[in-house]
């Protein structure tokens, strides 16, 4: 691997916009200025630096069945030397005694929030 290039990106008036630091051998952006992964974004009230965020999935990924007993999803962080990667559950534990009803209304509000923490994740708000 030969060895990266640090590039200097202009506005289109001309003026300095950020640096990038670019794989010479694929072309690849390995680091920019302009990236969004330091932003520090809201998911239930707990504050996450975008770029620690693995995933962020239904809490019945991985034991799909009607009659689990909990409604929410689960954001998981990437670890580094310092820190363990983490997996923050949030949601609401479904009574024994629910409907159907009651089911299907407090997985699908837990659905629609795990898609707005989703949403605010993968884009940014530019």
Known sequence: ???????????????????????????????????????IIEIEGYKFRRGDIYDIYDCER?????????????????????????EFRFGEPIAYESTSYDIYGKKDKWKKRMNEAIALWKNSPK
């Open 1 to 39: 691997m030969n060895k990266p290039k640090v590039i200097e990106k202009f506005a289109d008036n001309g003026e300095h916009s950020h640096w990038e630091l670019i794989d010479s051998d694929t072309g690849t952006v390995l680091w920019s200025e302009d990236s969004n992964v330091n932003e």
């Open 62 to 86: 991985d034991k799909q069945m009607f009659l689990n007993r909990e409604a929410g999803f689960i954001v998981r962080t990437y670890g580094d030397k310092n820190h363990k990667p983490q």
